[in-house]
């Protein structure tokens, strides 16, 4: 893993990344935090999703026991752990809380109040 001028990072395939989410984001008591991405030409999607309440995640199809969502209530932390990575998982990734999130066809979705975080490349290539 390189760590890039702009603050971003760029990964072999098939590596791995941790991605941790602004403190920013997880104030204000919001339940829901949500890692989303946005590849270029393509519309923002979201990968992961955590209830802070109790626990509970949700991963779409594309990323499904590839990545995984933590939370450390102690440390009031979120983090989102990227594994096996693919070329196609090459975009801007966005940690954001909500309100409250739904799952709508497979896609996270947040509602209520939300906060995004600034954003942080991530580059899968060889």
């Known amino acids: 893993v390189q760590m890039v001028e702009s603050g971003g990072y760029s990964v072999s395939p098939g590596g791995s990344l941790k991605l941790s989410c602004p403190p920013s984001?997880?104030?204000?008591?919001?339940?829901?935090v949500a890692w989303f991405r946005r590849a270029p030409g393509k519309e923002r999607q979201g990968v992961a999703r955590?209830?802070?309440?109790?626990?509970?995640?949700y991963y779409p199809d594309p990323v499904r026991g590839r990545f995984t969502i933590t939370q450390d209530n102690a440390k009031n932390t979120v983090d989102l752990h990227m594994n096996s990575l693919e070329p196609e998982d090459t975009a801007m990734y966005y940690c954001?809380?909500?309100?409250?999130?739904?799952?709508?066809?497979?896609?996270?979705?947040?509602?209520?109040?939300?906060?995004w975080g600034q954003g942080t490349q991530v580059t899968v290539s060889s």
């Open positions: 984001v997880l104030t204000n008591g919001r339940n829901c």
């Open positions: 954001a809380g909500f309100d409250y999130c739904v799952v709508r066809d497979g896609a996270i979705i947040g509602a209520g109040s939300d906060y």
């Open positions: 955590i209830f802070r309440g109790s626990g509970d995640t």
